[in-house]
Each structure stands twice: as structure tokens, then as C-alpha cells.
């Protein structure tokens, strides 16, 4: 598959479908582009996807510093669109989807978005969830701020992670996960301190394309509270939950996902 320079930035992608619709997906940290091979099988008769590799995963070059990290993200997935595209994204990758509809609505005709962990909205609409936050992954953020990559990586994936314990992991596994740990740093000040403005500025409630907003029922509560704040603002939600899954539900549940997906698009 092709790498290119996109936003600037030299980006690996993978190409699912031959589906009449064009559709961008976004992937979660830590992940790849090739963690949609499984929805994809799902959507290949309706969709032609293009699945991006974020900075510093996959094939994609490491990131840099060179900016606010979602804002670069959100310029790379806007360089593979030259027309109304439907936007599928996991967690943070979902959170580019939305900055993407916010600052280029041109360029989307619907967002699916799973667990965007967009917390700046529950924090506004819960009194105490940042502290609550701030204690039940406390382990995660101690880590990141001293700079402990790897306990940081470890405290990551048992909170949002696939079930896979720590000690399952070969050594390279783990040593992979940490070299990410300064994207998810980087991020931060976007999902937590709302950088793009999206909050801030009343943008969510101007987005007109249909939404489907979905969480897994085993997910961290943290999860409906962010969908609850983004379904009271953004006027054309649908929402959906899958049975059974937690935060990975888009691998490990790619036959929910895509059902839903599909039946989704096919409405809209």
C-alpha cells in the first residue's frame, strides 16, 4: 500500500471496498489502519475506505512535536478528501473525525464515531468527573508525567486496552507500545483541555451531517458520559451500543461494528 506525504506529513495508508461510497477510517491509539480489516470485510460492498495510519503507527513516520497533535492528525485525514467522504473512527481516531466535520464540513457526509474519548465534554457536564478521572488513571497519568514509557504503556492497555495482560506481551511488544507513549502524551491537550475549540466555541452544535455515536456495554462509564455531552449538542445523533464489548469492540467485535455501520450508512 502507498505512502505519501498528506497534511505534510509522510502517512502510510491501506485501501479496503469497492463499494459506490468513499469512507476515511480513523484508528485508535496504538493501533493501524490494518485494524479495520475485519469491518471491512463487513463493508466492502458499500464502502471504497481509505484507512490512515496516524502519526507515529504503523507505517506512518514518528511523531514529531511538530504541532498540536490532533490539529496535524485532522490536516493529514483532510489531504485524502476531495469531496463529501463518510468518516469512521475508534476513540481518538474518532475525535479527528469530529475536529474534521468541525473545520472542513465540506468534506464529510457522516461521522461514525466509537467511543470518541473526548473527555473536555464530559468534564463540562459532570461537576468532579477530572478529579474522578484523575484518580482511576491516576497509574497512566503519574507515568506520563515522570516519563516511565513503559509504565505508562502498561497502565494504558489495562485501561483501554484488549484484556491482553501485560505479562503476555514479548518484550519488543511492550517496547513498541512505549515508543507511543509521547503521541498519547501529545494528545492530551486535545481530548482533555478541548485545543481545537470544538467545546469552547459552540461548533459542535453546528454540525448538520447524521452522526451515529456508539460505546460498548462493558466500556468505562467515562464512555456514555462523553456520548451523552455530544448527543445533547450535535443536532442529528443516532446512538448505538454493542452487546458485550468493551473499548476495542471495532477489532474484536467487527462483526457488530460493521452491522451496525451498514445499517447506519444505508439510512443516510
Known amino acids: 500500500m502507498p505512502k505519501d506525504l498528506r497534511g505534510g506529513f509522510p502517512t502510510y495508508w491501506t485501501t479496503y471496498g469497492q463499494g459506490p461510497r468513499r469512507a476515511l477510517m480513523l484508528h485508535c491509539t496504538l493501533a493501524h489502519g490494518g485494524a479495520w480489516g475485519g469491518m471491512a470485510q463487513y463493508l466492502s460492498g458499500a ?15 514518528d511523531w514529531d512535536d511538530r504541532g498540536e497533535v490532533q490539529a496535524v492528525t485532522t490536516a493529514i485525514a483532510a489531504d485524502f478528501l476531495d469531496g463529501p467522504t463518510d ?10 473525525a469530529l475536529r474534521l466535520a468541525v473545520e472542513h464540513p465540506e468534506l ?22 477530572r478529579e474522578k478521572y484523575e484518580r482511576e488513571f491516576g497509574a497512566l497519568i503519574a507515568a506520563l508525567d515522570a516519563g516511565d514509557s513503559l509504565g505508562a504503556a502498561q497502565a494504558f492497555i489495562a485501561d483501554w486496552g484488549d ?6 506481551l514479548l518484550v519488543k511488544q511492550r517496547q513498541a507500545l512505549a515508543d507511543k507513549m ?35 456495554s462493558e466500556s468505562p462509564s467515562d464512555v456514555s458520559l462523553i456520548n451523552n455531552g455530544l448527543a445533547r449538542r450535535i443536532p442529528n445523533v443516532q446512538r448505538a451500543i454493542i ?16 452491522t451496525e455501520v451498514l445499517r447506519f450508512l444505508t439510512e443516510v
Open 47 to 61: 464502502l471504497n475506505m481509505i484507512a490512515m495510519d496516524m502519526p507515529g503507527h504503523g507505517r506512518s513516520d
Open 182 to 216: 509521547h503521541f498519547v502524551k501529545a494528545g492530551g491537550e486535545a481530548i482533555y483541555h478541548d485545543a481545537g475549540g470544538m467545546l469552547a466555541s459552540g461548533a459542535l452544535e453546528r454540525i448538520s451531517v447524521p452522526v451515529l455515536l456508539m460505546e460498548g
Open 108 to 129: 464529510v457526509r457522516s461521522l461514525t464515531l466509537f467511543e470518541p474519548v473526548f473527555f473536555s465534554v464530559a468534564f463540562a457536564d459532570t461537576p468532579g468527573l
Open 163 to 168: 484484556g491482553t495482560p501485560w505479562e503476555a
Open 243 to 258: 452487546a458485550g464489548a468493551g473499548h476495542m469492540a471495532p477489532i474484536i467485535h467487527a462483526d457488530q461494528m460493521g
Open 87 to 96: 468518516l469512521i473512527g475508534h476513540s481518538f481516531g474518532a475525535t479527528v
